[in-house]
């Protein structure tokens, strides 16, 4: 069983109060305009939120994942495109410079980065290239105490507005991916960084996300992040924190939409009586909540994993997998039990519907977390509870 400590607890409450008051009230707002939500990215790094699972000698918290999960929950509660900000800053956007960065790097781009100040991210992916990592274009050429990149990035979270990205591009023409490696680059200090399209989605709209284009943009080689070759690996090393980050976005999520479902359902009345007591919006309403506890269960369950130092390929796969496809169920059960109201966009349940779409590509989508639990089948009922 997994039992939060009486810290963890009252973290979690004090994350529910400053979401309640800062966070819901906003949420349509930047939601409508697709705007990133500057004001609170910054309440955020004030409150030291966006530096928890970072030492103290950073200004982080030095945080546990299963606290790290509670404070995405709560986040993603209120508005998910504020947590799918908060985690690109926190996870991706800021790992590889404290893992693989001087200690020059990390005081210049991590340290502000943890406050609010700086606005990091990650792109990988590429217009030809998502899941098939080795499919990526762009290059990175060494040309005497620097490397010169050149190509396309995109869905590039935060990428509007970023100050400092990680860039995975190749070191050489051989094929696969052995030959990757990450780049820290600083969009206000190096020229041919432009911003592409701008992307204009339907889910997490105040998350904004764009293209970016390198055009022999020239990067120092201090600012290669451990080594021309290994990217894949390093990427890995963190894979399965942004999984379980994920899986809790999930289940913050379908936690909003199954409370406003319950609502409605005890408040709304049909044939004279409210439709919660309707046996068909009954059942609905008993198995979203028996999922909605199964998810939170699978999720901090991993998270616990990996506090205790386990390699959970395959449990954060299936964290993710299982609490993504039940947010993607049960906001859509909710917007089917506000009918008409569903659609309106005076209620957040449509919201919830369109964010939770969000949740199936990050981190892997559902089709590649089957193929990685494919890999390892053998029934081993310890792991569940390791
Ligand atoms: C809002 C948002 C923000 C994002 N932010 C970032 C970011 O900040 N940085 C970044 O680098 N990327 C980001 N991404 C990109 C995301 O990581 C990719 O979309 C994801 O990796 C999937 O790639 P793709 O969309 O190109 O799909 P594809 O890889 O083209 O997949 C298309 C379909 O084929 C399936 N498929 C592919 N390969 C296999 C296989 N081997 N077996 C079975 N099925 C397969 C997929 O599951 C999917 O259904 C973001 C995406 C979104 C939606």
Not at 324 to 346: H, K, N, P, Q
């Amino acid at each position: 069983m997994i039992k939060l400590t009486a810290e963890q607890e009252q973290f979690r409450k004090a994350v529910a109060r400053f979401v309640d008051s800062e966070v819901v009230p906003a949420a349509a707002a930047i939601d409508e305009r697709a705007e990133f939500p500057t004001n609170l990215f910054r309440r955020l790094g004030a409150l030291g939120y966006l530096g928890l699972r970072y030492p103290e000698a950073y200004g982080g918290a030095g945080a546990d994942m299963v606290t790290y999960c509670l404070f995405a929950e709560e986040l993603a509660r209120g508005s998910l495109s504020v947590a799918a900000a908060a985690a690109m800053q926190s996870l991706m956007g800021t790992y590889f410079v404290y893992k693989y960065g001087s200690e020059e790097l990390r005081q210049r781009y991590l340290v502000p980065a943890l406050r609010g100040d700086l606005v990091a991210t990650f792109a990988l992916t590429e217009p030809n290239a998502g899941s098939d990592v080795a499919g990526i274009t762009t290059r990175a050429e060494r040309r005497g105490d620097r490397y010169v990149l050149r190509g396309t990035k995109t869905w590039v979270t935060s990428a509007p507005v970023a100050d400092m990205l990680t860039v995975a591009a190749k070191t050489s023409d051989e094929r696969g991916m052995k030959n990757i490696a990450l780049f820290l680059l600083d969009r206000g200090a190096m020229r041919g960084i432009t911003l592409g399209k701008a992307i204009d989605k339907m889910s997490v709209r105040a998350s904004v996300t764009g293209e970016i284009l390198l055009e022999d943009v020239e990067v120092p080689a201090e600012h290669l992040l451990g080594g021309e070759t290994g990217g894949v690996e390093k990427i890995g090393g963190i894979l399965s924190e942004i999984r379980v980050m994920t899986a809790a976005i999930s289940v913050g999520l379908a936690r909003a939409a199954y409370q406003a479902a319950v609502a409605y359902a005890r408040e709304r009345t049909a044939f004279g009586k409210p439709i919660a007591e309707h046996q068909a919006i009954g059942f609905k309403l008993a198995d979203m909540l028996t999922s909605l506890h199964a998810a939170i269960l699978v999720t901090y369950q991993a998270a616990a994993q990996l506090d205790a130092g386990g390699v959970i390929t395959r449990e954060a796969a299936m964290a993710k997998l299982f609490a993504s496809e039940t947010a993607v169920r049960i906001t859509d059960e909710a917007a089917r039990i506000f009918a008409s109201y569903g659609l309106a966009m005076e209620y957040p349940v449509q919201r919830y519907f369109r964010d939770a779409r969000f949740l199936l590509p990050g981190g892997g989508t559902s089709e590649i977390l089957r193929v990685i639990i494919g890999r390892e089948l053998d029934w081993d009922r310890g792991a569940a509870f390791a």
